[in-house]
Structures are given as C-alpha cells and as structure tokens.
C-alpha cells in the first residue's frame, strides 16, 4: 500500500499539467494559426445558462455562490452519483453509508441526520426527490447552490440545492450508448436514443443506466470478500410537444431501482486494515425503489411567461442488517420500510421583458406528502444470557404533509450597473403524525417497550426573506451581498420521547463575494465571505434514563468561512479547475444530559476542502484528465472525541477520442488512501465504513 502526502499527491497533479503542456506546446504551432494566418489563441469560456433561481440566467450575473457541473466535466471527471459531486465542488461532504436512502449530505458546515430533513435540497429538473443517491445519466448540467434557498425552494434547503438538469429529445435521431468495466468485478452500461417523431411538434428521448459491482468489503465470518455488492437499473422516457407557438410542454417519467444484497459495511473503528475487518454473523441487504413522472408546461405571453410543474413521486426503500456488529446473533433489525410518496404543483409567472429595468416572479407551491415507515427489530435474548427466546419490537409510523407556499422575487437594475434584488416567502406546513409499537413476548415489556401509540398534529409556518445587492464594476467584474433565510421544517420524534413534536429550524446567511472574468474571458475568478447563524438547532438530546435519544431544537450553532473556485483555459486544449473552502463550524450552545458541547465543532462538517483538475484533449483525439479532492478534518460525535483526519483521493484518466467512439483508461485513490465515510460508537465500541479504495476501470463509448 503507498502513502502519499498532500504535498506529493499535488506535485503529481502539477507533472501531469506539465505533460499535458509539453503535447499541447507540440501542437501548438500547428493550432495557433488559422487558414488566413491570423492568430486563434483566444479560448473564450463559454457562457453558463443556469435555471436555478427558476429563470434563465448567465451564471456570472447572479448574486450567489454557485457550482456548475457541465456534461463534459461529468465524463472527464467520472462523476456518476451525487456522492461524486464533492469531488469537484468545494464545501460540499457526503457521508456515504453504503444505503441508497440513509445518505447524508453537508454543506458549509449544516448537517442534518436522515430522520430529520436534509439541510441540502435534490431537485431533478426542478421535482424535489427525498432520497439523496441519484446515478448520473444523460446529464446535461447540475448547479449547486450554496447557502440558504429557502425564498425561491422553500423548506429543507438551509444550506444549499443541488439542481440536476437532464437532457431533451433531440431535432434530429441520434444515439449513443457506453459501456465500462473495473475492479471488483464491475461493469455497466449506459445509452440513450432521441429524435422528432412529429417534426418540431413532437419529441422523444429514452435513457437508461445499469451498473453492478461486488463491493470491496470482506467478512471474516464467512470469509467473503463481496460486502457492499451493488445492482443499480435507471431509466427516463421524456416526451415533448409544442401544439402551438406559445405553447410548450414535457413530459417526463423515471425510475431508480437500487440493491445492495450483502450489505456488511461497518468494522471497529480501531482495525488495521477497516475494510478487510467486517465480522458480523447476519449478511443484510438494502434496497430503493423509486419512481414518478412530471409535466411541465411554458405558455409565452406578450411580455411574461407562465410556468406550470404538476409532479407524482414515489420512493420505497428496505434493509435489514446486523446491528450488534460482531459475529454474534445478538440483535438484527429485520425490516425498516420506508415509503414516501409526494404530489407538487408549482405555478411561476415570469416577467419576459429583458430590456425592462424591473425583472420579477412571482409563484405558488403546493405540496401533499406521506411517509410510511415500518421497523422491527430482533433480540436475540437466549444468546445475551436472559435464558429465554428472542423476540422482535414492532414500530410504525405515518407523517402527512400538506404544504403550502406563496413567493416572489423582484430584481431592480438602476443607472451605473447596481442591480438591487427581494424576495420574500411564506411556508405553511400541515403535520399530522401517528405512530404504533408493539412488542412481541414479556421480555420486552420488562425492558421497558410495553405497547404503545400516539398521535398528534401541528402547523410550522416560515416567513423566508432574501436581500441581495450586486454591482458591475466593470465588464466581468461584480461583486455582491445577500442576506438570506432559510429553514428546516419541524416534524415528530419515532425513536423516543414518542410523538412529542420539535420545530423547525432557522438560520441567516451573509455572504460578500465576487464574480470575475479576467484574460479575456478565459479566466473566471469566484470568491465568497460568509457567515451563517443557526437558531433552534435540531439535535439529538439524551433523556433522562440515559441512553435513549429524541429531536429536540437544544442547540444554536454558527458557521463561518470563505470560498474560491477558478476555471481557466491558458491554452488550447487545456482547461483547469480549482475550489478551495475554509469552514468554521461550531456549537455555540449545546447541552445534552449532563454533557455540555458549547464551543466544540458540529459534526461531518470538514474543517477545509480543496478539490484541483485539468483536461486536456488534442486534435489527434488524445485525452488526459487528472483530479485531486483534498478533504481536511471531521468529527464523528458532537464531543469531538472521534474524528477523520484530513484525506486526499487523486484520479486520473487517459484516452482517446475520435468521431463515433472513445475509449479510456480511468483509476480511482490512485494512492490507495485509508479513511472513513462514517463512524458511530455502540456499547463504548467505535465502529467505521471504509472508504473506497484503489480501483481501476475502462470505458468504450460510440455515437451515431
């Protein structure tokens, strides 16, 4: 195994530019130069239109820290999840637990555990979807927003949004499919097709994704080396049609099909070697199934437009797994179901006038969600010495939400190239929650889970201001200033203190920052100050018998740091990229039991994140590509006893390229780095999740 150090990794990343450099300079005196002999060394970056404050935008002009992840930086980087996001976006960390439904996300230091809310909002062209784990496909951009939307995306956005962007049917047929294999047995396959059926009026595009792998964990309980094997089928069928001049519509349905059949992940924190160390007895698996359609109509009026989104979305997710983590039947969790089904309508009336002053929108949002969810938990009490047979606890809930939401947004631009934005909304949220559980045999009941249910209901309501102030100094120089707020929404505890409600969430973003474009327009320069004030914390209290933990708004919290993200192209064929986050993140007050965590730092919330890359691609159809994701320190537990020390991942990928077909070589943790994705303590034992380890792969790809 190699153990290389920050320094090394990034002088590795630097040889390789300079590589890139030495084709690029051997090509250059053929490039440089056009038929008529005049100078083409101007490589003008593209401008970025972005939709995510749910208009068309140049990404440079919007007032806000925002990462823009294009189809080409996709495949160049091998980005094929959300989990890859982090890679090539600062200040964002997901904790990866092997589960398809139970991963979490932070951002700018918030972080929320899955049973609350997600302080990140996963919108997919601009439907919000309640599971975190989206593969990658037929992407045409994803923007990542960070800091607080809650104006324009309301609830479950304290922190950011990320806004997946897939593509749309094609004037013309085309198609393209992909195929790739790697280490641990692992391979996929990917396509789509696209075209008009009825000319300019009707239009179809089909995609779809497969993937499986056998996992890199091995069990030493059955000496299998397959844990954490994964079997991922998605798919999408849009459909578009313009009966008329005005008139637009889309329609879009999707599914995800997600299994982990040997879901063994977790091993002693304290292992040599975590993901080889796996030693439990019972092999669970996980699962989501997921699903929905959508319709989105545009009417063009004279001088606005009116946006319609009707949405059904529906996501099941199941797993069992050993609990106790030893090679001991002691306890196994049998079943926990989830099933969530959401129906949104979004009406947006759009001013249309781009030369008027004065640009606005304002919406209605509606929303009826219900989650099921199911859990049963077996103890083996025979084997724990009681002397008597196991017996399981049953545990059932229902949350309905009927949610409601009016916003607006206007932008003013005055003489001299100040632009002055508002935005205001309100949120209503209709609770009502019901929870069931029964015990299957005495013991349990002796042990304190005796037969129980409850109900109970609520209303959270939230008033989400935005200011911002922006002002082009000059032609690709703006800086701005936003105050912002945003929140999580409220809901009912189902692990203890059962159906007692905890509040909603707040917080206030300020943020100072500029957007630059320097060496005309072939560099852009980003920068963000921020300061974030959380209020009303939700956070895990112990209660007064001392283990059990229940949702309570126990804590305030600050989050502090600076941003900087840097897209270059110096010469041709060559383009760089570079983010680096500092973040401050901590209790300002927190108590829990008799522990007191003022001061220490909030949990899965990296101290820094550096993430360095480049691409090169020559007229011959060679293609390189590097990247490095450097993440600094994050504690595990709110007392800071436990903690992951910073950690580097390098890849790189080299191929070539040609008219109708690609074909590369990529390597993942080319330095076979060790870290953890998790870590959690059961009965005064830390236990852990490795994190992917060195892998390999090859990729063909052909078009029509």
Same mark, same amino acid.
């Given at each position: 195994m190699?153990? /290389?150090?920050?320094?090394?990794?990034?002088?590795?990343?630097?040889?390789? !530019?300079?590589?890139?450099?030495?084709?690029?300079?051997?090509?250059?005196?053929?490039?440089?130069?056009?038929?008529?002999?005049?100078?083409?060394?101007?490589?003008?970056?593209?401008?970025?239109?972005?939709?995510?404050?749910?208009?068309?935008?140049?990404?440079?002009?919007?007032?806000?820290?925002?990462?823009?992840?294009?189809?080409?930086?996709?495949?160049?980087?091998?980005?094929?999840?959300?989990?890859?996001?982090?890679?090539?976006?600062?200040?964002?960390?997901?904790?990866?637990?092997g @589960?398809?439904?139970?991963?979490? /996300?932070?951002?700018? &230091?918030?972080?929320?555990?899955?049973?609350?809310?997600?302080?990140?909002?996963?919108?997919?062209?601009?439907?919000?979807?309640s599971?975190?784990?989206?593969?990658?496909?037929?992407?045409?951009?994803?923007?990542?927003?960070r800091? =607080?939307? *809650?104006?324009?995306?309301?609830?479950?956005?304290?922190?950011?949004?990320i806004?997946?962007?897939?593509?749309?049917?094609?004037?013309?047929?085309?198609?393209?499919?992909?195929?790739?294999?790697?280490?641990?047995?692992?391979?996929?396959?990917?396509?789509?097709?696209?075209?008009?059926?009825?000319?300019?009026?009707?239009?179809?595009?089909?995609?779809m994704?497969?993937?499986?792998?056998?996992?890199?964990?091995?069990?030493?309980?059955?000496?299998s080396?397959?844990?954490?094997?994964?079997?991922?089928? @998605?798919?999408?069928?849009?459909?578009?049609?313009?009966?008329?001049?005005?008139?637009?519509?889309?329609?879009?349905?999707?599914?995800?099909?997600?299994?982990?059949?040997?879901?063994? %992940?977790?091993?002693? !924190?304290?292992?040599?070697?975590l993901?080889?160390?796996?030693?439990? @007895?019972?092999?669970?698996?996980?699962?989501?199934?997921?699903?929905?359609?959508?319709?989105?109509?545009?009417?063009?009026?004279?001088?606005?437009?009116l946006?319609?989104?009707?949405?059904?979305?529906?996501? %099941?997710s199941?797993?069992?797994?050993?609990?106790d983590?030893?090679?001991?039947?002691?306890?196994?969790?049998?079943?926990?179901?989830?099933?969530?089904t959401?129906?949104?309508?979004?009406?947006?009336?759009?001013?249309?006038?781009?030369?008027?002053?004065?640009?606005?929108?304002?919406?209605?949002?509606?929303?009826?969600?219900?989650?099921?969810?199911?859990?049963?938990?077996?103890?083996?009490?025979?084997?724990?010495?009681? *002397?008597?047979?196991?017996?399981?606890?049953?545990s059932?809930?229902?949350?309905?939400?009927?949610?409601?939401?009016?916003?607006?947004?206007?932008?003013?631009?005055?003489? *001299?190239?100040?632009?002055?934005?508002?935005?205001?909304?309100?949120?209503?949220?209709?609770?009502?929650?019901?929870?069931?559980?029964?015990?299957?045999g005495?013991? !349990?009941?002796?042990?304190?889970?005796?037969?129980?249910?409850?109900?109970?209901?609520?209303?959270?309501?939230?008033w989400?201001?935005k200011?911002?102030?922006?002002?082009?100094?000059?032609?690709?120089?703006?800086?701005?200033?936003?105050?912002?707020?945003?929140?999580?929404?409220?809901?009912?505890?189902?692990y203890?203190?059962y159906?007692? $409600?905890?509040? =909603?969430?707040?917080?206030?973003?300020?943020?100072?920052?500029?957007?630059?474009s320097?060496?005309?327009?072939?560099?852009?320069?980003n920068?963000?100050?921020?300061?974030?004030?959380?209020?009303?914390?939700?956070?895990?209290?112990?209660?007064?018998?001392?283990?059990?933990?229940?949702?309570?708004?126990?804590?305030?919290?600050?989050?502090?740091?600076?941003?900087?993200e840097?897209t270059?192209?110096?010469?041709?064929g060559?383009?760089?990229?570079?983010?680096?986050?500092?973040?401050?993140?901590?209790? @300002?007050?927190?108590?829990? &039991?008799?522990?007191?965590?003022?001061?220490?730092?909030?949990?899965?919330? $990296?101290?820094?994140?550096? %993430?360095?890359?480049?691409?090169?691609?020559?007229?011959?159809?060679?293609?390189?590509?590097?990247?490095?994701?450097?993440?600094?320190?994050?504690?595990?537990?709110?007392?800071?006893?436990?903690?992951?020390?910073?950690?580097?991942?390098?890849?790189?990928?080299?191929?070539?390229?040609?008219?109708?077909?690609?074909i590369?070589?990529?390597?993942?943790?080319?330095?076979?780095?060790?870290?953890?994705?998790?870590?959690?303590?059961?009965?005064?034992?830390?236990?852990?999740?490795?994190?992917? =380890?060195?892998?390999? &792969?090859?990729?063909?790809?052909?078009?029509?």
């Amino acid at each position: 195994m190699v153990k /290389v150090g920050l320094q090394l990794q990034v002088a590795l990343l630097s040889l390789l !530019l300079i590589i890139s450099s030495v084709f690029i300079n051997s090509a250059y005196a053929q490039d440089a130069q056009s038929d008529d002999g005049s100078s083409t060394d101007v490589f003008e970056l593209e401008t970025i239109t972005v939709t995510s404050e749910k208009r068309e935008k140049d990404v440079q002009t919007i007032p806000s820290s925002v990462t823009v992840v294009g189809e080409t930086q996709i495949e160049d980087f091998e980005i094929k999840n959300t989990l890859d996001l982090a890679s090539v976006t600062p200040n964002l960390y997901f904790l990866d637990v092997g @589960d398809p439904m139970l991963s979490m /996300v932070s951002m700018r &230091g918030l972080f929320q555990f899955y049973d609350i809310g997600s302080p990140v909002g996963i919108y997919v062209d601009d439907v919000s979807y309640s599971g975190l784990d989206i593969n990658f496909y037929d992407i045409e951009r994803i923007e990542v927003l960070r800091g =607080p939307q *809650g104006t324009l995306y309301g609830r479950n956005s304290e922190a950011g949004v990320i806004n997946i962007i897939t593509k749309k049917p094609s004037s013309v047929w085309e198609g393209d499919v992909c195929m790739e294999g790697g280490s641990f047995n692992s391979y996929g396959v990917k396509g789509a097709v696209s075209g008009p059926i009825q000319g300019d009026r009707l239009g179809f595009k089909a995609a779809m994704r497969y993937y499986e792998s056998d996992g890199y964990f091995e069990n030493q309980y059955d000496n299998s080396d397959d844990g954490g094997s994964v079997e991922n089928l @998605d798919g999408r069928l849009t459909f578009t049609s313009a009966p008329s001049d005005k008139l637009d519509l889309t329609l879009t349905t999707d599914f995800q099909n997600y299994e982990s059949p040997k879901h063994t %992940n977790f091993s002693q !924190l304290n292992s040599e070697d975590l993901r080889k160390a796996v030693n439990v @007895d019972y092999i669970g698996e996980t699962s989501k199934d997921a699903g929905g359609a959508s319709l989105r109509g545009e009417y063009q009026f004279e001088d606005m437009k009116l946006v319609s989104i009707t949405s059904i979305h529906k996501e %099941n997710s199941f797993y069992n797994m050993d609990v106790d983590f030893t090679p001991n039947d002691l306890i196994n969790i049998e079943k926990d179901e989830t099933d969530v089904t959401s129906y949104t309508q979004e009406l947006r009336l759009i001013s249309d006038r781009p030369e008027s002053s004065l640009q606005w929108l304002v919406g209605l949002f509606l929303l009826n969600e219900e989650n099921d969810w199911g859990y049963s938990m077996w103890m083996n009490f025979m084997n724990m010495g009681y *002397g008597v047979p196991g017996e399981t606890l049953y545990s059932k809930s229902n949350t309905d939400r009927l949610g409601t939401a009016l916003f607006g947004e206007m932008t003013y631009s005055f003489a *001299g190239g100040l632009d002055l934005t508002l935005g205001l909304r309100y949120d209503r949220e209709q609770v009502d929650f019901d929870y069931r559980q029964q015990p299957s045999g005495s013991m !349990l009941e002796v042990m304190g889970y005796t037969a129980y249910a409850t109900s109970n209901d609520d209303t959270f309501e939230a008033w989400l201001p935005k200011v911002s102030l922006n002002f082009h100094l000059s032609e690709g120089i703006m800086p701005y200033f936003i105050i912002s707020r945003g929140y999580t929404s409220g809901g009912f505890n189902k692990y203890a203190q059962y159906g007692t $409600p905890y509040d =909603p969430e707040f917080s206030w973003n300020y943020e100072l920052g500029a957007k630059t474009s320097w060496w005309d327009n072939r560099l852009r320069l980003n920068a963000a100050l921020y300061y974030i004030d959380r209020t009303d914390m939700q956070v895990d209290v112990i209660g007064s018998d001392g283990y059990s933990a229940y949702t309570n708004n126990a804590a305030e919290a600050s989050s502090k740091g600076v941003e900087v993200e840097l897209t270059a192209r110096p010469v041709r064929g060559l383009e760089l990229v570079a983010g680096a986050a500092y973040t401050d993140s901590k209790y @300002d007050e927190y108590t829990s &039991g008799t522990d007191v965590f003022d001061g220490n730092h909030t949990i899965y919330s $990296p101290e820094y994140t550096l %993430n360095l890359g480049a691409t090169y691609r020559h007229s011959s159809g060679f293609f390189l590509s590097a990247r490095y994701k450097h993440i600094g320190e994050i504690y595990f537990d709110t007392a800071n006893t436990e903690s992951q020390g910073d950690y580097g991942l390098f890849g790189a990928k080299i191929g070539y390229e040609a008219e109708h077909f690609d074909i590369y070589l990529y390597g993942e943790n080319l330095f076979d780095e060790e870290y953890v994705t998790r870590a959690f303590e059961v009965s005064e034992v830390w236990y852990g999740r490795a994190g992917a =380890p060195q892998t390999f &792969g090859v990729v063909i790809q052909a078009r029509l």
